[in-house]
């Protein structure tokens, strides 16, 4: 049975302060009433050791929202994903769109902090999607295919399997547009189609695939209900408790 998770991705948002007081709530919440899937909350670097000391991470886990392509050295203002895994840290978000857009992360410097991610026992979760142009013109499985194999479609059968993959439409990430469950469940289904060409049916069984892209309480039931969605990247949703809790419960 593949996992099912709901991952909450903070981004730029919350002071450390603000950000321990969420991770605590949380914390008690999920505790009070055990979740029916995995959780992680990946927050940004500075609150990962903070928050890992009291994280009940049978729970919840803790993963960050990047890492550096490179394993040491004069990178500065860089953060490497052997610092991220001694934090206490789990997953890692990596080829998030935003990264891709704003800061030029080439399918070669993806590739690079997947290598390292795994090398250093984190478990990745690995965005793809395509933006309204090219959902407009059709391209969307051309766009995923390629995401996947630029940056993860290189790892052993082995390494794979320790990869999530997340689908975020990116026309759908923060403009409240969403796109119908059925339309998840249709591109959702190609990649794993994909990762069976690839690998075989096992392992594309064995994957879990999230949604990304304005996913709510409100929508979260019936994205979840599709059967190749397995979870949700959840943004802005991620960072009021009782939003998250929400989506966590559409599991239940």
């Known amino acids: 049975m593949r996992k099912k998770i709901v991952a909450g991705n903070w981004k730029m948002n919350m002071n450390l302060q603000e950000g321990i007081a969420l991770a605590k709530e949380l914390n008690e919440t999920l505790t009070a009433d055990k979740p029916n899937c995995n959780v992680v909350i990946c927050t940004p670097f500075i609150h990962l050791a903070s928050i890992a000391q009291f994280l009940n991470q049978d729970i919840i886990q803790l993963g960050a929202e990047n890492c550096a ?14 610092m991220v895994k001694s ?29 390292l991610a795994l090398k250093n026992n984190l478990k990745v979760i690995f965005c793809i999607g395509e933006t309204l142009q090219e959902r407009e013109a059709n391209k969307q499985n051309e766009v995923v295919k390629a995401e996947l194999e630029g940056s ?13 993959i997340a689908y975020e439409p990116i026309w759908a990430i923060g403009t409240g547009k969403t796109a119908t469950s059925d339309q998840a469940e249709e591109i959702h289904a190609y990649i794993r189609s994909i990762i069976a060409e690839r690998y075989g049916k096992d392992v594309a069984e064995d994957t879990t695939i ?43």
């Open 69 to 82: 392509d490179k394993e040491k050295g004069a990178f500065t203002g860089e953060v490497s994903a052997e």
């Open 87 to 115: 934090t206490g840290a789990q997953y890692v978000i990596l080829g998030h769109s935003e990264r891709r857009e704003y800061y030029k992360e080439t399918p070669e410097i993806l590739k690079e902090k997947v290598l």
């Open 210 to 252: 999230l949604y990304g892209g304005s996913c709510k309480a409100s929508n979260a039931p019936e994205l979840f209900a599709k059967p190749d969605i397995d979870g949700g990247l959840i943004g802005g949703a991620s960072l009021k408790a009782a939003d998250f809790k929400g989506i966590v419960d559409a599991w239940k």
């Open 152 to 164: 993860v479609f290189n790892l052993s059968e082995e390494d794979f399997k320790k990869i999530v």
